[in-house]
């Protein structure tokens, strides 16, 4: 099976849509994209991609305008960067099987649609590589023993052997039926700050249970640096021992309803966690930074798999050494080294 090499093309970053809103096309491209796609080959994305996907689609993944090729991969793997330099730590790709990938060379037009075969995107490919999974697990994981980390387990057992990078054009967003008032876009969220004259917005990315001690701990947050706050929490993606979904957002629903009515949104991502530690921690930060949060809230134990349990963590004492880093990020807006 032949790998391509596209090092005259370039890469998902440096594709035309750069700066819009959302990669989501004009309704007059999308019905060309539509008949298009019936003569193009298909594949259906997985819950996790889909996530992926819609991030891609809705710019909270700024400035990727689609999924990373081999060389923005191997950067991401090795300095937590771009090619062109730009801060990005985890590896945006859509893997795909073997009997797909051996049909496809850089140009060629993949029609991507959801389980139910709703047709969401087309992707221009730009190059197909086999990566080698267990150097992505343990400069990921900081492992490559499935027994130690879940998200290693998953790597290496539940992604398809082969990774495809190119760039998207975008049809419609992926379908839910439940609490669109709550699926806001990095555009609307910003546009809602700008309404409501947020000039300082903290993010406060969760997927637990919330209760009084979080609500003091981001009060007071909140206040020492004079900030509304964004309450952004996970969902779509269901974890062992997670109430049920309805159940958990109107918790969330509830605990907005003790802060005063001016100070705090709610707002709900369907984002795929990795649960790697500091990479996932400054990703979540950029993600909220696209979303318009000048600050973010980090934890000792944030995006450890391992949290909020008796088994013993696997990033804490990495994230200790980060945490004033990743907050003077958002600050500052500047890169740390």
């Known amino acids: 099976m032949k790998q391509t090499n596209t090092k005259s093309q370039p890469t998902a970053i440096q594709a035309a849509p750069h700066y819009a809103d959302s990669l989501v096309v004009h309704f007059r491209r999308a019905e060309e994209l539509r008949r298009e796609a019936s003569n193009l080959p298909s594949f259906s994305l997985n819950s996790r991609q889909l996530c992926d996907l819609e991030l891609l689609l809705n710019r909270a993944l700024y400035p990727l305008v689609g999924y990373l090729c081999r060389e923005d991969y191997e950067q991401v793997l090795e300095t937590m960067r771009l090619a062109d330099g730009s801060i990005w730590p985890i590896p945006i790709c ?107 917005v903290l993010g406060f990315h969760t997927r637990e249970y919330l209760h009084c001690a979080h609500r003091e701990m981001v009060l007071a947050a909140a206040r020492e640096i004079g900030a509304s706050i964004f309450l952004h929490p996970v969902v779509g993606l269901e974890h062992p021992g997670n109430m049920e979904h309805y159940t958990h957002v109107h918790c969330y629903q509830a605990f907005v309803n003790h802060f005063p009515r001016n100070m705090i949104m709610l707002g709900i991502t369907p984002l795929a966690e990795r649960h790697c530690g500091p990479r996932e921690a400054l990703w979540h930060a950029l993600i909220r930074r696209n979303f318009g949060c000048t600050h973010f809230m980090v934890a000792d134990d944030h995006a450890d798999p391992f949290a909020g349990s008796d088994h013993e963590l696997c990033f804490v004492h990495q994230k200790r050494k980060k945490n004033s880093r990743l907050l003077f990020l958002m600050k500052s807006k500047q890169v740390p080294e």
């Open 94 to 200: 859509l893997d795909i099987p073997a009997t797909l990938a051996q049909t496809l060379e850089p140009g060629a037009r993949l029609a991507l649609q959801d389980e139910e075969g709703f047709l969401l995107a087309i992707l221009t490919v730009q190059e197909c590589w086999q990566p080698d999974k267990h150097r992505e697990a343990r400069a990921i994981y900081g492992t490559d023993d499935p027994e130690r980390h879940p998200g290693v387990h998953n790597l290496l057992h539940h992604t398809y052997a082969w990774y495809v990078g190119g760039t998207l054009e975008g049809i419609t967003l992926p379908v839910h039926y439940d609490f669109r008032e709550l699926r806001h876009t990095p555009s609307e969220v910003h546009r809602r700050f700008l309404q409501y004259g947020w000039r300082r």
